[in-house]
């Protein structure tokens, strides 16, 4: 097989739609847009949410309470396991990111127990779960934690 020989699936290709185009090919005229009122015209749609003038839903629903969401600590998973395969003796946020299991944008790392470790490592992160350190140091290593960086 060549690359001029490769071919799309059967059925995945399909013939574009050509409104407007006359009568005859079943999409002419008002272009399958229905008559008159506010969605045949151009540009006319409504914005979501919008119920034609009434009271929408999400004014009607009554608003109570408050949400710590949006200042909640969030940390960036890592299991011992992973730890294993690095062959740096000291571990931090910036190592981790390096290698590339850490990605985006979090509050800190926090290490959890997955996996096995078998080496002497030292681990400088926010946040390290028991089972987690209790693998670290028996395998000789040790946990060291960090603050939090500021957002």
């Given at each position: 097989m060549r690359l001029h020989e490769v071919r799309p699936r059967p059925g995945a290709k399909h013939r574009v739609k050509r409104v407007g185009c006359g009568e005859s090919s079943g999409h002419g005229k008002t272009s399958g847009r229905g008559t008159k009122g506010q969605k045949a015209r151009?540009?006319?749609?409504?914005?979501?949410?919008?119920?034609?003038?009434?009271?929408?839903?999400?004014?009607?629903?009554?608003?109570r309470g408050f949400n710590h969401r949006a200042f909640q600590t969030r940390y960036a998973p890592v299991n011992v396991g992973a730890l294993e395969r690095l062959s740096e003796e000291v571990i931090d946020e910036e190592?981790?990111?390096?290698?590339?299991?850490?990605?985006g944008r979090w509050d800190g790392v926090k290490i959890l127990g997955g996996g096995e470790i078998h080496r002497r490592i030292v681990v400088r992160v926010q946040a390290v779960s028991q089972a987690a350190k209790a693998k670290i140091e028996q395998?000789?290593?040790?946990?060291?934690?960090?603050?939090?960086?500021?957002?």
């Open positions: 151009s540009g006319g749609s409504i914005r979501p949410g919008f119920e034609g003038g009434q009271m929408p839903l999400i004014r009607r629903i009554p608003k190592v981790l990111r390096k290698v590339g299991l850490v990605k395998a000789g290593g040790k946990v060291e934690t960090v603050p939090k960086r500021a957002s």
